[in-house]
């Protein structure tokens, strides 16, 4: 059984830093691009970032690109989103994604599995 479990997620104010943690079970992690989404209150998914675990190669979003960084751990089948710099706009719930295949995909259809979600809430 495929899971992607987030954990890390909390409330934390403008300015601060979080590290979200997705832990991934039941499928090849190397065979993956794993990425980060995020859904605001009202606003359409949108790709954060994403990383391909064969090579560790990156992207991101113009949005958080120098102020988040992915990165992961594939001895532990781990993703990680380290987010500095937090601001109000950066408020969403958080979502890690698997998709199978290369390259460095940014659109939500083109993830095969999801995690639940984590909450993270960003004050001024």
């Known amino acids: 059984e495929v899971q992607l479990v987030e954990s890390g997620g909390g409330l934390v104010q403008a300015g601060g830093s979080l590290r979200l943690s997705c832990a991934a079970s039941?499928?090849?992690?190397?065979?993956?691009?794993m990425g980060w989404f995020r859904q605001a209150p009202g606003k359409e998914r949108e790709g954060v970032a994403c990383i391909m675990s064969s090579d560790g190669s990156t992207f991101y979003a113009n949005s958080v690109k120098g102020r988040f960084t992915i990165s992961s751990d594939n001895t532990k089948n781990t993703v990680y989103l380290q987010m500095n710099s937090l601001k109000p706009e950066d408020t969403a719930v958080y979502y890690c994604?698997?998709?199978?295949?290369?390259?460095?995909?940014?659109?939500?259809?083109?993830?095969?599995?999801w995690g639940q979600g984590t909450q993270v809430t960003v004050s001024s």
């Open positions: 039941g499928f090849t992690f190397a065979d993956y691009v």
């Open positions: 994604a698997a998709h199978l295949g290369l390259g460095h995909p940014t659109e939500e259809y083109e993830y095969d599995y």
